[in-house]
Each structure stands twice: as structure tokens, then as C-alpha cells.
């Protein structure tokens, strides 16, 4: 009986149980006020934003069981532009008329349970009011649990499926539901958002952790009444909440408000009025918002199209007349407008446009320009159809097709287009085109699987067809077109096919060239931001093949860095990095992990956490590696506040250890507002150009020379030739991680280029050109572009779409006019050496100008009304020049006018203005536009604006709040007061009249918030001015150059000397009378000079002689001169001249030396930093013999110097150059430049004066050459040359035995300007100093003097000392990149005699040419590697040799065993050279003819093959073939080859390719790790025991004589590398031991010898043991 209470009880209780889903009865018309608005602008009251506001009854009736009905009953619409909140809405009155209709007419929508499910509404409903009617019923959406108060789920809204939190409480007492829902907008799982012009940016989460660029959030709150069938909304009210900032929102941000109220007025009876029946309803899909025509409306602007063929004529006609001479201002926002008119309009309006005006030049170039900008299908189709019609060029269409895939919006019917252009005919012929079009068709699917991630693999199976087809039919370049494109594709359905053509993967990649291999792996890169997994594996393994080539390992390595690998897989390569043989590799890897470490950015930290384990991990013995071995370098910024940063990363990839990279690629990579693009990366590789490039062009057809190299090589055993490298060159380029070109140079393309700049083409285009020069003609170029269009769209609750968007647009244009005139005038077919002898005039006018526009915007754009913040940048440049030219080459006269250009004084302006627009599409003219930092913001407005928040500062403070940094303080109301900044500076030129002013003016932000989103929102402006100065009127700047005979006819002022100089001048004439004809005087002056320590007699005598005091300054300061120079001379001269010197020096160096000696007690180091200087050499100045060996060589600069001061009186000058301003008041203005040179002294003069005559400022220099191997100068500048002036010297001379240079630089006085800067210099040398390997020490060296000393270390190395008066720098051993012509390199340039492309060819080759070595029995390899070479007896070794096919150089080596010396044997070219000791000289022999030493040097009749006596050996040089020089003498013998050679060489010497790990390869190439069985591996064998060449053994393998048991199992084993042996029917006299590899057998195995071991040196080996090796031996006389 109770159970049966209980259940009546429950039934009871669940029958009156309140549902409090929203319900809309039955017969009954529920009525509400609707008020909704979205604002946008800052969050600071006082601030202009801009809004619109709707408001409207709305009626919701029952039409049928769970449809309804809603309709709004006289909407209205307001526009909102003004100060928040002190301004109002403004009705926008006909906006409402004309969409009183649409907003009137009634829709349907399903509703059950608080749910909105589809909606209808008739065809003539737009998209935009059917989204405002979704807004209000997403005020009905709720889903409500019956069970639960407190929840969350994924709820379907207005913006799409978004995390939505539910609280529902109960007010028993009023009879109310309380029911508050927030939607979180940063977590929806189906957002309803629209990206354009971001699809080659990638999200950085690592980047948003700190903050974020955009954040959202909507509440709604619900009073509802309680009803037994469900809840009345009583009021309902939604407030969205959207931020902002490209610089992270936590330092400030704009944000949109939107704000919804539905207030519950009475329930009335009448339904509502449906439309005519004969108008259907139609599904238009669900609450979810629904995107219209704001895809295709800018947001920057708002236009009313009537007509879109008659308004594109009308923009189209402004364009092409307002931009002629030069670009108007508002150009770039027309182009802009023409984009948006071509996107509205019908694809068959665009082809009657161009059929109407694709004659005119003009219009077509700005149809053909806009048209890609359209950004669909359309732009692609048209230029398909009109290249296809023959209607456009070549040029043209590369150009609009490049710009059409980059901007056009991806779908599947676009990339239909592109496939079906990729297959057409007339774009396979022409490989640009096809280039574009492919790499083209990859981007278009890499930009729709990026907004469509069920992207089909359909998309690129066409092409993984024609990467099997080429690979089929071995058509190596469209394999790498195919790769390329699937490259930019970045498909994951591309991984296998790519995979298939990777060695270890693929059976197809071992007939497939390397650089086929490198594509391959770079086409994985962008399927790595996808699969960075599967990438890893694939990686991984390529890298950990040694087998590989190493560039191929070291791109594999950048792949893996880009998949960000975790700390597991970093650790794993550093282990395989300990034990790497490959230093390339080794030094790739360590170097971008080391390189990683330093890394700032926050999507590569954990990356950079690894990699510094890695480092320590590693041994930093890498880190000495040199600049020959592949690195890795990484450099990056990132200021995580603003969420903006730049990285740049370069690879400099090698393989041989040349001085040319084999590759190199850069690149560069933004981040910014969360997000980061690869913006830029440029590929080179270099492959075999250096060798192209320097080796000799065809060897010689010889069929006997091959035959005796093959000869050679079939003596080796097992040797395989190297690849050879084939001469290629080819670079690529990326965009935003896209590849737009790439280019493959060989051979033939180098050929065509030559043949075609060489042919008669290319004289008869110049020649035309010419002509047309002559004619004159005019023309005018203009490039609009459409930089940049990034928008981000998404709903608001309100139903109105929200847009971010960037615009950048630019126009370019140039005019220019260009008239020349030739006297005499030049007949038909003239030659250009006829110009030589022409007077040739040249008019010319160039007029370029750029106008370029940015904005951004937040708000709405809709069709119909926008209401947006927008930020205006417009750059506007014109830098017009007018000129005329004249060459007379008969006088040698130039002259360079420049013309005034009038009408133009601002050459530069750039405004940028932040501002609240509001504007509807049927009153444009009523737009209001507010500055969003009013110009009327006053201190007193901004106190009381601020007002509240004050209050609000105050009552938290006595509340005990926490303070936001929003609030501003009580005590500080001065930081509130807008303050502007403005400057204006100005420069006059008065000599050439011009006046230049930059003018500066900025309000902002910034006092609110100091950050920089703040600083930019706001007005500024930069003007730049250049005007006229005042004063005279300047007609035009004359530059003139006259040289020759005529150059004294130009002289505008004549530098004559002042009257206080002529009587010093006077005065030193009698003084040297007087020493003449009173010899005693003489005496006594020398002893005067050699007493003092400050000056010479004859100096201070005519100082003293002077009676004025200037004058005595001015002597004392060439005193000073030249005592110092003086004291610094060499002391290689007569006592006399020893005594001069050791007098002074006590002074001066040997005072400084001295204190120095006695600091440090090491004298050979102090020798050593000092690096003593001692001149070989004897000026050739003086004025007697007895004088020049007394005094020091500046007395006879000086000599030189008074004797004449100016050289104006004595000589003509050789070149004059006027450079003045031509005045209306004929005033001569400007500067004069005068060169003299008097040849009997061998002194240059050059002297710059002003050519105002009131003006004695001037700069002189003078140079004397003393000898050939010393120049001195002096150079004074300042009124009359007499302020400041320096001395230099430089001589060569010798420190030690090695030849030297020295340089000096000594002053008394210099501008404080100078010093300054000097003194930066200085100190940023110190900084620096260590980084590259130099020594910095504090010294006491001579005031006011720097000293450089470069000495000739080796041809290829210089040792540099470097003093200053407080410091010394050294640096010993620096690297030159030339071999200097000195010592033998000097003597071997003789034969070039005055080929100078060939010496400079011959130096550089030396210079880096790899050099290896053999005295006695040790050689020494190219790699520096050194090991003992036990000789056989009479047998040949290959010393070194060219391993590639082409072969061509060998040299052998022998062991004479008689004379125990070492004999070579030289192949190359067709000759064979042999260089053997006999006595103590050595023997040449060329072709088997002896070539007496006294018939050298010999001379190959090619010229490239050379044969000289260098000391006591004999040279042989070659780098055309690839050996720079064998060089044998008694003592020791040496190889050099070139550097293109290296790491295509073999033989005892090595292959010169730095991997001194890899060092001992056998022609096999395989590797072993004994020396001796190296060196015996090349050991050309023996045919029999009657050779004539007396080598009796042969390589062979043996086996090992011992039982062996392996592996449990007794084995017979044999060596894998060849031992030498003797031949059958001989027996060795002298033997080694060689430690070799063995592979081992089962004992019980049965091997055929001669079956089983011709494939043994194919084996593993098993274990390691010695063998005996035999070195001579000796045959019994019945051998065979």
C-alpha cells in the first residue's frame, strides 16, 4: 500500500513539475521591443567610435506545430559616428526606406524545447536582413536540462557551435526565472568565420600562451516567468565583448560592443500577417549565420552600383588621365574601387571591357593589372581565354598569371582551371609559362586544403601521374618541376610517391641524379607542418644512412629542425654526431644546434631547450672547425609583450671543403598577432661552375693519351670512378613558403647567352636603341598593385558581420623624356667607336612618383551600411629631376646641368590618421567621419571625461579593491592631457640655393596608454620640403669636368699664395743662400739639427727670421711634422744619418719602445707584437747627393713641399671640376676642383676651394712619390689649409725576411667631430677584436699616430699590427684570397706576361689550391693527415689523380731502389712528363725527350701547361687540368691541385675533401683504417715476372692462415682489402705486416677461388687481423 502512495505521490508531483523551455502558444501573438547595436572603438570614454543601432517591434505567432513566425513592425536603423558617449544616433532614414520591405516581410522557423532549428524566408529576403532576423532569434536559443541548474555544452548560435555555459536559479517569491548563459568564443568547435589573404600564414599556439590578438566572449541574461507549458521570456538582454590588438591585447586593444535588449510588451490576439501566398518560403538553412556580399565589399569604402560597366569606365577614364605625368595621391584608393566594381561585375561585362579598350595601351595595362586582384575564378578563366586567343603577350600573361594564382580564393573550380591550363599545349610550349602555371597549380591546392582540411587527394594525383611518367621515360627536368609542385602542394597524399624517388625507399632513386634526391626531400617541408611525424621517421632515417650523399643527410637535418623535434630525437642525432665520420655533416648539424640555442622565439623554445643539452653533450672541438665545412646559421628577435618578432636562418651547405659552397639557401620569418609566415627564402647551388668556370674548356681529343691512362687505371685494383660533377648552377624562390621560379644554368645556357650577347643581334638592338636616343622620345610607365588584402569576417550576436581587415595598395609610375644630339652627325651604319670622337648632348627628364595606401579596419561591413574604426596610412613621393648632359670626347670636356623643376616643393608627405566612420549605401553623402582623438580634446574635457573613472579610483581605494592599471590616478591629472607633438627642421644650402625642411607632426593615443597600439591610433603627419632658399634665384647646377690641356682655361679662382706665406717664402730662399755661400753655417746648422730633439735648424731659423706670430704657428706645426716623421726614418743611412736618428728617437719611438721592454721581459714577444719595421729602399728626392744621404726622405717631401706650395704657378693642371650653382645675379657660387701633377718631382696636388672669393676655405692635398716603394702625403684642410692637417706615409720595406707595407697616418690637430667618431671606431674595434682571432693590448705608442704594418707571412697569409697612441692590434696569419705576387709566385706569373685575367685566374687558384707532401718515406696528405709509406720495390704508386671520368691528370710515383730516390711520372694533356734526380740536379723529360734545365721554362703549345726551375727542384704547373704544381727536388716532392678539384681526387695523397675521418679510401672505395694497406692499395701491379718495369707483384686477397671460430662455428676467412704479393714464380726478399679486414666462410663451405673471391672486396668484414705484406722480391730465372 505504501509503494502504491509513493508512486501516486511521484506522478503527482511530476504532472505539475514547472518546464522552463520558452513556449509560444497557439493562437496567440506574443510582442516584444527589440534594441540592438554593435560599437566599435576604444574602450575609454571621450574617444570617438562608431555603431549601428536597430530597433523594431517584434511579433512571434504560431503558424503551425513547432513553426513559428516573426516579424518586425517599423524597424529603424541609426548610424553612430561620433564621441562616446556624449553624441547620439543618427536615424539613417532612407537606409530604413529602402529596406522597410525585407524587414517588414515575416520568416518562419522550427522551434521545440528552446531550440531554433531551420529557418525559411521568401528568395527576396537578403542574406544581411535574414542574418539581423537570426540575431534576434538567437535570443530564443536554450537549451535547457531539466536535471541540471549548473552545465556547459557546444551550443549552435548565431556564430556557430561554441562552448556555452548555463546557470539557471529560481525567485520563488516573484514567481521568476533567473537563467544567465556566456558563450566563450575562443572554444567553439565549428566557428563561423571567414579568412581571405591568410592562407599562407601558419597559427603560432606558442605565441598566443602569453597573450592573446583576438579575444571574445557573449552573455545573455534571462528574466522569465514560469507556465505550466513553458517559460514567457519576460526580458532578455545579450552583451558580446570583442578585443582586439595586433600587438597582444593585455597592452591595449580596441574592441566591439554589441548589445542586445528583448523586452516583453503583451500578448495580443490578432496573428500576424503573412505575405501573398503565391510567394514561397525557402529553406535558408539554420541560426547559424550565413556569409552575403560582404565577401565582395571592401570595408574602406562604400559604393552604390547601379551601373558596374559604366562606373568601371568612369574609374578606368580617372585612372588613365589623372595619372600621366605623374601619380595622383588618390590613385591607389581608385585602383582599390576598380578591384571591387570588377568583382560585382559579370564575367561577360569584363570581356566587352577589354574588347572595348585592349587597344588603347593605357587602359589595357590597368585592366590587366586589376584583373588578377578580382581574387576568383573569373581572373583565371579570362587570362586562359585571352592567352589562348592570342590577345595577350607572353610578358603579359607571365605577369597577370603569377599575380592570379597568389590572390585568387581557392576552390575546386578555380583548380580545375589551373589543371586544365598546366595540360594545354600552347603553355607547354613556352617554359616560363608552364613554370608559373605548375608551381601555380600546387600553391591553389595548398591554399584550399588550408580552409578545407578534408582536403581530396584527387587534387594531386595528376600530378603524381607525370612524376611516374618522367621518372619512366628518365626526363630528369620534369621530374623536378613535378617535385616542386607537390612541394607547394604540401599534400600528405604526396608522401609516398615523393618517397619512392628517396634512396632507401625506392627502387627508382638509384638511377636518378643527386639533385633530383635534394628536391625530393625540400617537397617535404610543407608536408611537415602537417605530418611533422611522419616526416621525423622519414628523416631521421635518411640522415642516419652514411651510405647517402652528405648534402643530402644536411637537408634531410633542415627538414628535421623544421618539424620541431622533441628532446628524444635532438639527443639521438648528438650521439650519432659523436661518432660521425663525415665532417661536413658533423659541422652542419653541431652548428644548427648550437646556432638554436640562442633561439628567442616561442614555437622553436623546446627546440632550443634540446639543443643546448645536444651542445653539451657534444665536443666543442667542432666549434674550431674552418669556414670550408657546411654551417648552420640561425638568428632571431622576438619581444613577447608585443608578440612580434623576425628570424632569419642561412644554410651554407658543402661537400668537398671548396672555397664556393655547394649551396646556399636563406631564409626570413616573421611572426606577428600570433601568427608567422616564412616571407622570403632564396636558393643557390653551385655545383661544377667553379670548375666550368676555371678549368680548361674541352681537353684535348687524344686517343692515345686515354689510352695510357686506362692503361694506368686497369692496374688498380677494383677502382670505380668518382661522379663528375656536371657544371650547373640553379637558383629558386620562395614566397610565403611557396616557390614562385627557379632556374637550372648549365652548360648550353651559358653558351647561348654568350653567343647571343656576342652575335650581331645584340649590335643591331643597341644600334637601334641608339637611334632612338637621337630621335628623342618619351614614355610612361605605371604599376598599380594590390599589395596586400587580409580580412578575418565572423557574425555578432546582433547577426551583423564583424571584419578585421588589412589593405595595402601602391601605384608607381615614371615618366621620362630623353633627347639626344650628336655632332658630327653619325652616318647609317655607324660603329661606337665613332662616339669616341663625337660631341654628344643629352636632355633628359625623369619624373618618378609613388603614391601607396594602408589601412586597417575593425567593424561592420555590410552591402548596405559600414560603421567602422579605420587606420589610414598614405604615402605620397615625387622626385622629379630635369637635366642635360654634354661629352665632347675631341676636348675632353664634360658638363652635367641639373635644371630647376617647377611646381613642386613637397617631394614626400606621409599623413596617417586613425578615425570612426559611419556611412549607408543610400546617403553617402551624409557619411560622418570623427577623428578618434578629437582636436577639441581639452585638459578641462579630458578631467571631466575622466571623471568617473577618478570616482570609481577613489571608492576602490576605500573599499580596499585591488587597483586596475586602467584607472588613473587621482594626483596625476596632468597625464590625461592630450599633448601634441610637432617639429619642423630645415637645412639651407646656400651655396646651390636649395632649402630642404622636414616638418613632424603627431597626435595620439599614448597619453591614455603608453603602448604602441595606442601611439599609432591617433593623427600624424611627415612632410618633406625642398624649395628654392632665399636670395637670388638659382637657374640651374652646372657640373663640369674638364680634362687635358684645357683644363686651365676653367680655372674660376686662381689659389695663389697669401702675403704673409710669400714673405716665409722669401725669407727660406735667402736662408738657403746663405748656407751656400758661408759654408760654416752649414756645419753648424747640422749640428743644431742633431741636437735638438723638436727641430731642424733650417726650419727654426726661418721660423725665427718671421715676425709675425701666425706665421710662427704655422711653422711650428710643420715642425712638429716633420720632427716626427723625421724621428720615425730608418736608420740605414751614414753615421751622420745614424746619429740624426738615435738623437730623436730617445723621444719618441724608442722611448715608447723602451717602456715597453721594460714592462715585459720577453723580447722575442715583444718583437714579435711590435713587428719592427726596416725599410730597403732609398728615396730618390734630394737636393744634392750629400743632402739626400743626411737627411730623412720627409725632409725631401717637405723640400718638395716649400719649394713650391701651390703648383698652380709652376704647372697646368691636368683635370678641373666645377661644380656651382648658376645665378640670375651671375654670382659665381659653388666648389672648383683642381688636379696638378708635376712630373719632375712625381707629385699630385689636388686643391677643393669654394669659389666665393670672400671664402678661403679649403681642403689641400698633396702626394709625392719618393720612389717605387715609398709615397708620401699631406693633406691640410681649413681657412687657407692651415686648421687641420695629417701626413701619410706608406712604404714597403721588410719585417724579418718578409717583404712588408707600413702605413702612417700622424696629425697635430683634428676636428672634435673626427675624434669623436675615431674614438666610437676604436672602441667598437676592442669589442670585436677577439670574436675574429685578433689580440688587443694597452700600450704607450706615439701620440698622434696610427701605424699600420702588413708583412707577407706567406703568399697566402699576412701577419697586421695595427698602433694606435693607447693600443696595439695584432693579427698573425690572416688568410688571403689570392696567392700575392712575391717570392715563386712572382717568378711563375712570368709566363702569363700581360694576360692579366690569367694571372689574377693563376693567384686565386694558388691560393686555395690543397697541397700535399712526401719527404722520405712520410707523406703527407691534402688533409693534413700523415702516415709512413713503405714503398715496393719498382712498383709504381698513384701519387694522386683525377677520379673522374674524364681523367685528367695522373701522377705516379716510383722508388728508384738504386739511388733510393723518388721518381714522378706527370700525365696529362697529351703529354707524359717524367722529373727523376740524377747527381744533384733533376732530370725533365717531356714525352721521353730530355729537356735541358737551360731550355727552361717550357711552354706547352696550348699555353696551359707550364714547366719551370724553381730553386734547386723542378715545377710543373697546370690548374686549367686541375694541378696546380708537381714539384720534386732532392730533398722532397709536392702535389697542389686546384680548388675545383677537391674531392675529386684519389691516390696517396687523398681526395683533398677535408674528411680527415675518411681519409684512407682504396680505389674501391672502401674504407680501412691502416695506412699501410692505403698506400699499398694503390700500387699499380705487376703483368709478369718478365716486365720490363721490374715490379713483381700483384694485389690479391689471402686468406687467414689461422683457425678461426665465429660465432660458435669454425670459418675460413679472407681478406676484403688486397695485399700485396708476389707474382707467381717469385719470392720476396722484404716484407710488412698490414693490418686488413677479413670476411669469413663456414670451414665446411666450398669456395670456388677464382669465383668466390673476384666479389670478396664486395664483403662485410668480420674481423680485423694482420697479414704479410710483400715490398720486393726477386723471380727465379725459369718463371713464367
Known amino acids: 500500500m505504501r509503494v502504491l502512495v509513493l508512486a501516486f505521490t511521484v506522478a503527482f508531483a511530476a504532472g505539475y513539475q514547472v518546464n522552463f523551455a520558452p513556449e509560444f502558444a497557439t493562437g496567440k501573438t506574443y510582442v516584444y521591443k527589440y534594441e540592438a547595436f554593435v560599437m566599435g572603438g576604444l574602450p575609454e570614454d571621450g574617444l570617438a567610435r562608431a555603431g549601428v543601432k536597430v530597433i523594431s517591434k517584434v511579433l512571434i505567432s504560431a503558424a503551425a506545430a513547432d513553426t513559428f513566425v516573426l516579424k518586425l513592425v517599423d524597424p529603424e536603423i541609426f548610424e553612430y559616428s561620433g564621441i562616446w558617449p556624449k553624441d547620439a544616433f543618427i536615424p539613417a532614414t532612407n537606409l530604413t526606406s529602402a529596406l522597410a520591405a525585407q524587414l517588414s516581410t515575416p520568416i518562419k522557423f522550427e522551434y521545440a524545447n528552446g531550440v531554433v532549428g531551420k529557418v525559411f524566408a521568401p528568395a527576396g529576403v537578403s542574406e544581411t536582413v535574414l542574418n539581423v532576423c537570426r540575431g534576434i532569434l538567437n535570443m530564443f536559443q536554450l537549451n535547457i536540462k531539466k536535471t541540471q541548474n549548473v552545465y556547459e555544452l557546444q551550443e549552435l548560435g548565431v556564430q556557430g557551435v561554441c562552448k556555452t555555459h548555463y546557470i539557471i536559479s529560481e525567485d520563488a517569491k516573484a514567481d521568476r526565472i533567473l537563467l544567465s548563459k556566456t558563450k566563450d568564443l575562443n572554444h567553439c568547435q565549428e566557428r563561423i568565420i571567414k579568412d581571405i589573404g591568410l592562407a599562407y600564414t601558419e597559427r603560432c599556439a606558442e605565441c598566443e600562451a602569453g597573450g592573446k590578438t583576438l579575444n571574445g566572449a557573449a552573455a545573455f541574461s534571462y528574466i522569465m516567468k514560469p507556465a505550466a507549458t513553458g517559460a514567457l521570456i519576460l526580458e532578455a538582454t545579450a552583451t558580446e565583448l570583442i578585443q582586439f590588438s595586433p600587438f597582444n591585447i593585455m597592452n591595449g586593444a580596441v574592441q566591439m560592443e554589441a548589445k542586445q535588449i528583448l523586452t516583453f510588451i503583451e500578448i495580443a490576439t490578432a496573428a500576424v500577417e503573412h505575405i501573398r501566398a503565391d510567394v514561397p518560403y525557402v529553406p535558408r538553412g539554420s541560426l547559424q549565420y550565413e556569409f552575403d556580399s560582404e565577401l565582395l565589399q571592401t570595408p574602406i569604402q562604400l559604393l552604390r552600383i547601379t551601373n558596374a560597366e559604366a562606373q568601371i569606365v568612369e574609374i578606368l577614364n580617372h585612372l588613365v588621365t589623372s595619372n600621366v605625368a605623374m601619380v595622383h595621391e588618390d590613385a591607389p584608393l581608385k585602383f582599390i574601387e576598380l578591384i571591387q566594381l570588377l568583382r560585382v561585375a559579370r564575367f561577360e561585362s569584363i570581356e566587352a571591357l577589354w574588347t572595348r579598350f585592349k587597344a588603347k595601351a593605357d587602359y589595357r595595362h590597368w585592366i590587366l593589372n586589376a584583373v588578377p586582384a578580382i581574387g576568383t575564378h573569373a581572373a583565371l578563366k579570362f ?211 648550437k646556432a638554436m640555442t640562442k633561439n628567442t622565439a616561442p614555437d622553436f623554445a623546446s627546440v632550443a631547450a634540446a639543443c643546448n643539452v645536444a651542445v653539451k653533450i657534444l665536443s666543442p672541438k667542432f666549434d674550431r672547425m674552418s669556414y670550408r665545412f657546411s654551417r648552420a646559421f640561425y638568428l632571431d628577435t622576438y619581444h613577447n609583450p608585443w608578440m612580434m618578432g623576425a628570424a632569419a636562418s642561412a644554410f651554407y651547405v658543402n661537400d668537398a671543403a671548396t672555397v664556393f659552397p655547394r649551396a646556399i639557401v636563406a631564409k626570413a620569418r616573421t ?166 670622337k663625337s660631341d654628344i648632348n643629352i636632355r633628359a627628364a625623369i619624373t618618378p612618383s609613388v603614391s601607396m595606401h594602408t589601412y586597417a579596419v575593425m567593424g561592420v561591413n555590410t552591402a548596405f551600411v559600414q560603421a567602422a574604426l579605420m587606420s589610414r596610412a598614405r604615402v605620397h613621393t615625387i622626385v622629379p629631376a630635369k637635366m642635360e648632359a654634354r661629352i665632347d670626347m675631341i676636348k675632353g670636356n664634360f658638363k652635367l646641368q641639373l635644371l630647376p623643376v617647377q611646381g613642386i616643393d613637397k617631394i614626400a608627405t606621409v599623413f596617417v590618421d586613425t578615425f570612426a566612420v559611419a556611412r549607408n549605401v543610400e546617403d553617402l553623402a551624409a557619411a560622418k567621419i570623427t577623428p578618434v ?135 727660406n730662399v735667402l736662408m738657403k743662400l746663405k748656407k751656400i755661400l758661408v759654408p760654416g753655417l752649414k756645419n753648424s746648422t747640422a749640428a743644431s739639427s742633431s741636437s735638438s730633439s723638436s727641430s731642424s735648424a733650417s726650419s727654426k731659423s726661418s721660423s725665427s727670421s718671421s715676425s709675425r706670430s701666425k706665421s710662427k704657428a704655422v711653422g711650428k706645426a710643420s715642425k712638429r711634422l716633420s720632427s716626427s716623421s723625421s724621428s720615425r726614418s730608418s736608420s740605414a743611412s751614414n753615421s751622420q744619418s745614424s746619429l740624426v736618428f738615435s738623437s730623436r728617437s730617445s723621444n719618441s719611438s724608442s722611448s715608447s719602445s723602451s717602456s715597453r721592454s721594460s714592462r715585459s721581459r720577453s723580447l722575442s714577444k715583444q718583437q714579435l707584437y711590435e713587428m719592427k719595421f726596416i725599410k730597403n729602399h732609398i728615396h730618390q728626392h734630394g737636393l744634392s747627393t750629400g743632402r739626400a744621404n743626411s737627411k730623412s726622405s720627409a725632409y725631401s ?215 700535399c707532401s712526401m719527404v722520405k718515406d712520410t707523406v703527407v696528405t691534402f688533409n693534413n693527415r700523415k702516415y709512413k709509406n713503405e714503398m715496393p720495390h719498382s712498383c709504381s704508386q698513384v701519387l694522386a689523380q683525377d677520379c673522374t671520368p674524364e681523367l685528367k691528370f695522373i701522377v705516379l710515383l716510383k722508388r728508384d731502389q738504386t739511388e733510393e730516390q723518388n721518381q714522378i711520372n706527370v700525365k696529362i694533356g697529351n703529354i707524359d712528363v717524367d722529373l727523376h734526380p740524377k747527381g744533384s740536379v733533376i732530370i725533365v723529360k717531356v714525352n721521353g725527350v730530355e729537356i735541358p734545365i737551360s731550355n727552361l721554362p717550357y711552354q706547352h703549345p696550348t699555353g696551359k701547361i707550364q714547366i719551370i726551375q724553381r730553386g734547386e727542384g723542378i715545377a710543373l704547373h697546370a690548374p686549367s687540368h686541375g694541378l696546380q704544381e708537381v714539384y720534386l727536388d732532392l730533398n722532397e716532392l709536392k702535389v697542389k691541385v686546384v680548388d675545383w678539384m677537391r674531392g675529386q681526387t684519389c691516390g696517396l695523397c687523398g681526395k683533398a675533401d677535408g674528411e680527415i675521418r675518411q681519409e684512407y679510401r682504396t680505389p674501391n672505395e672502401r674504407l680501412t683504417k691502416n695506412a699501410v694497406s692505403y698506400a699499398h692499395s694503390w700500387v699499380l701491379s705487376g703483368k709478369s715476372c718478365r716486365d720490363a718495369s721490374e715490379c713483381y707483384m700483384k694485389l690479391e686477397s689471402v686468406k687467414l692462415e689461422k683457425q678461426v671460430v665465429l660465432h660458435g662455428q669454425e670459418s675460413k676467412c679472407y681478406s676484403v682489402e688486397p695485399v700485396l704479393r708476389c707474382l707467381a714464380g717469385c719470392m720476396p726478399v722484404r716484407t710488412t705486416t698490414a693490418t686488413v679486414g677479413y670476411h669469413c666462410l663456414p670451414a665446411d663451405s666450398n669456395l670456388n677461388v677464382s669465383e668466390g673471391l673476384s666479389s670478396i672486396y664486395e664483403k662485410s668484414t668480420d674481423l680485423i687481423e694482420t697479414a704479410e705484406a710483400h715490398l720486393a722480391c726477386r723471380c727465379a730465372a725459369q718463371c713464367a
Open 671 to 836: 611572426y606577428f598577432a600570433g601568427a608567422y609566415a616564412d616571407v622570403l627564402e632564396l636558393g643557390v647551388r653551385t655545383e661544377g661552375m667553379q670548375e666550368a668556370l676555371l678549368k680548361i674548356q674541352k681537353s684535348p681529343e687524344n686517343v692515345d693519351r686515354m689510352t695510357k691512362m686506362k692503361q694506368v687505371i686497369k692496374a688498380l685494383s677494383e677502382w670505380r670512378a668518382h661522379p663528375s660533377s656536371q657544371p650547373l648552377a640553379s637558383v629558386y624562390v620562395k614566397f610565403f613558403g611557396q616557390e614562385i621560379a627557379f632556374a637550372n644554368i648549365d652548360k648550353a645556357i651559358i653558351d647561348q647567352i654568350i653567343e647571343l650577347a656576342t652575335g650581331p643581334a645584340i649590335q643591331s638592338y643597341g644600334r637601334n636603341a641608339l637611334n632612338a636616343v637621337m630621335s628623342g622620345f618619351a614614355f610612361h610607365l605605371t604599376k598599380p598593385m594590390l599589395v596586400a588584402e587580409v580580412r578575418r569576417i565572423f557574425p555578432t550576436t546582433v547577426g551583423l558581420p564583424m571584419e578585421l581587415s588589412f589593405y595595402t595598395a601602391a601605384v608607381a609610375a615614371a615618366s621620362v623624356e630623353l633627347q639626344a644630339t650628336v655632332t658630327p652627325p653619325l652616318p647609317e651604319n655607324f660603329n661606337a667607336a665613332q662616339l669616341l
Open 383 to 593: 587570362f586562359k581565354e585571352k592567352f589562348l586567343a592570342g590577345e595577350v603577350t607572353i610578358a603579359e600573361a607571365a605577369q597577370a598569371l603569377l599575380a592570379s594564382v597568389h590572390m585568387v580564393t581557392a576552390d575546386l573550380e578555380v583548380i580545375k582551371l589551373a589543371e586544365g591550363l598546366a595540360m594545354n599545349p600552347k603553355i607547354q610550349e613556352n617554359p616560363v609559362l608552364r613554370e608559373i602555371v605548375m608551381l601555380g597549380y600546387g600553391t591553389l591546392v595548398a591554399k584550399y586544403c588550408a580552409e578545407n582540411p578534408t582536403c581530396p587527394a584527387e587534387l594531386v594525383r595528376p600530378i603524381h601521374e607525370l612524376a611516374i611518367q618522367a621518372v619512366a621515360k628518365g626526363e630528369i627536368e620534369e621530374v623536378i618541376v613535378t617535385l616542386k609542385v607537390l612541394g607547394n602542394a604540401g599534400h600528405p597524399a604526396s608522401l609516398k610517391p615523393i618517397m619512392k624517388l628517396l634512396p632507401g625507399f625506392g627502387s627508382a632513386a638509384a638511377g636518378l641524379p643527386h639533385r633530383v634526391h635534394i628536391d625530393a626531400v625540400l617537397a617535404l617541408r610543407n608536408i611537415a607542418k602537417k605530418e611533422p611525424k611522419m616526416i621525423q621517421e622519414m628523416a631521421v632515417q635518411l640522415f642516419m644512412d652514411e651510405a647517402l650523399h652528405p648534402e643530402l643527410r644536411m637537408v634531410a637535418a633542415i627538414v628535421l629542425f623544421e618539424t620541431k623535434l622533441p628532446m628524444g630525437l635532438v639527443t639521438a642525432l648528438a650521439n650519432v654526431l659523436l661518432k660521425e665520420k663525415n665532417l661536413q655533416v658533423a659541422s652542419f648539424v653541431y652548428s644548427y644546434m
Open 933 to 1067: 582623438v578629437p582636436e577639441e580634446f581639452t585638459a578641462q574635457t579630458s578631467r571631466e571625461t575622466f571623471s568617473s573613472k577618478i570616482s570609481s579610483f577613489a571608492s576602490s581605494l576605500a573599499g580596499d579593491m585591488s587597483v586596475s592599471s586602467e584607472i588613473l590616478p587621482v594626483d596625476l591629472p596632468s597625464r590625461i592631457v592630450r599633448k601634441a607633438f610637432e617639429k619642423k627642421m630645415c637645412a639651407v644650402i646656400e651655396t646651390f640655393g636649395i632649402k630642404a625642411c622636414t616638418e613632424i607632426e603627431s597626435r595620439n593615443a599614448a597619453f591614455i596608454k603608453n603602448c604602441p597600439f595606442y601611439t599609432i591610433i591617433g593623427k600624424h603627419a611627415v612632410i618633406v620640403e625642398v624649395a628654392p632658399a632665399a636670395g637670388p634665384v638659382v637657374e640651374k647646377i652646372e657640373i663640369e669636368v674638364q680634362v687635358g690641356d684645357r683644363a686651365a682655361e676653367k680655372i674660376l679662382k686662381v689659389i695663389n699664395l697669401s702675403e704673409e706665406e710669400e714673405i716665409l717664402e722669401d725669407k
Open 1197 to 1411: 717631401f717637405e723640400a718638395i713641399y716649400n719649394k713650391a706650395k701651390y703648383l698652380s704657378n709652376a704647372v697646368a693642371p691636368v683635370v678641373t671640376i666645377l661644380i656651382r650653382a648658376v645665378r640670375a645675379d651671375h654670382t659665381v657660387q659653388g666648389y672648383q676642383i683642381a688636379a696638378y701633377f708635376d712630373r719632375a718631382t712625381a707629385r699630385l696636388q689636388v686643391i677643393i676651394a669654394n669659389l666665393d672669393e670672400n671664402d678661403q676655405w679649403r681642403v689641400c692635398a698633396d702626394g709625392v712619390m719618393l720612389s717605387y716603394r715609398k709615397l708620401m702625403a699631406k693633406i691640410a684642410w681649413g681657412i687657407e689649409c692651415k686648421q687641420y692637417k695629417t701626413e701619410i706615409t706608406a712604404e714597403t720595406g721588410l719585417v724579418g725576411k718578409d717583404p712588408a707595407v707600413s702605413v702612417k697616418v700622424a696629425w697635430d690637430k683634428l676636428p672634435k667631430s673626427m675624434m669623436c667618431y675615431a674614438t666610437r671606431i676604436s672602441q667598437y674595434i676592442s669589442r670585436v677584436a677577439k670574436e675574429y682571432g685578433a689580440h688587443l693590448a694597452k700600450a704607450k705608442n706615439v701620440r698622434n699616430q696610427i701605424r699600420l704594418s702588413v708583412a707577407a707571412a706567406s703568399e697566402t697569409s699576412l701577419n697586421v699590427v695595427l698602433k694606435t697612441p693607447k693600443r696595439t692590434l695584432y693579427i698573425f696569419g690572416v688568410h688571403f684570397p689570392i696567392a700575392l705576387p712575391i717570392g715563386h709566385t712572382a717568378a711563375e706569373l712570368e709566363s702569363y706576361q700581360s694576360n692579366w685575367a690569367d694571372k689574377l685566374s693563376y693567384m686565386l687558384t694558388k691560393a686555395h689550391a690543397a697541397e
